[in-house]
């Protein structure tokens, strides 16, 4: 069993900078990807970032040039830098974790609030 444990969520405001930080324990043995969603109420879940192993990314449009994603594996740990942050990026935010295909193991979600 993995567990996720996400943190750095929290009430910004626009043109802010956040942090978010998914640490995984647990008997990890390989992972191909590590990455973050987020849904804000009314709207479907997003992939706002993934990172793969081999070092590949992606990011949503929306996001793009002003979020990072990165990991640092001996900590098992995956990052989201959120930078120049708008009202639209509110949502809960959830890290994940692929092990193998359609296995995820998920964190529990982190409120991030931007105001206007």
């Known amino acids: 069993q993995v567990q996720l444990v996400e943190s750095g969520g929290g009430l910004v405001q626009a043109g802010g900078s956040l942090r978010l930080s998914c640490a995984a324990s647990?008997?990890?043995?390989?992972?191909?990807?590590m990455g973050w969603y987020r849904q804000a109420p009314g709207k479907q879940r997003e992939l706002v970032a993934v990172?793969?192993?081999?070092?590949?990314?992606n990011y949503a449009d929306s996001v793009k040039g002003r979020f990072t994603i990165s990991r640092d594996d001996a900590k098992n740990t995956v990052y989201l830098q959120m930078n120049s942050l708008k009202p639209e990026d509110t949502a809960v935010y959830y890290c994940?974790?692929?092990?193998?295909?359609?296995?995820?193991?998920w964190g529990q979600g982190t409120q991030v609030t931007v105001s206007s």
């Open positions: 990172s793969r192993t081999g070092g590949s990314t």
């Open positions: 647990g008997s990890i043995f390989r992972f191909y990807a």
């Open positions: 994940y974790m692929n092990v193998a295909d359609y296995s995820n193991y």
